[in-house]
Nanobody
Framework: QVQLVESGGGLVQAGGSLRLSCAAS??????????MGWFRQAPGKDREFVAA????????SYRDSVKGRFTISRDNAKKMVYLQMDRLKPDDTAVYYC??????????????????WGQGTQVTVSS
């Protein structure tokens, strides 16, 4: 089992930066058995894929609208995954969720592939 806790959300101006963190508490399997992803959901909208990273950090995937602005990374020794968000836009406003894919290798963008989810952290970008 995996317990995920996101942090780092807040209110920022458009063009600003924010770094989200996801701390994992892992029982049984080691953290590096999990591919990790970030998703977001704005009010009234479906949850959407943001970024994902393979078990060893060797492969990443991003939705087109955040490419070049967001960077996903992980530290398996610390059991942490991060989302560095730069040049934020108002459209980035959403609750951001960290997710773990049990024994996942590829950084899938399909939310149904993820087995564990954090509680979410709010990111608000003002105009």
């Amino acid at each position: 089992q995996v317990q995920l806790v996101e942090s780092g959300g807040g209110l920022v101006q458009a063009g600003g930066s924010l770094r989200l963190s996801c701390a994992a508490s892992v029982s049984g399997r080691t953290f590096n058995n999990y591919a990790m992803g970030w998703f977001r959901q704005a009010p009234g909208k479906d949850r959407e894929f943001v970024a994902a990273i393979s078990w060893n950090g060797g492969e990443t995937s991003y939705r087109d609208s955040v490419k070049g602005r967001f960077t996903i990374s992980r530290d398996n020794a610390k059991k942490m995954v991060y989302l560095q968000m730069d040049r934020l836009k108002p459209d980035d406003t959403a609750v951001y969720y960290c997710a773990a894919d049990n024994y996942g290798v590829a950084p899938t963008m399909d939310s149904e592939e993820y087995d564990y989810w954090g509680q979410g952290t709010q990111v608000t970008v003002s105009s």
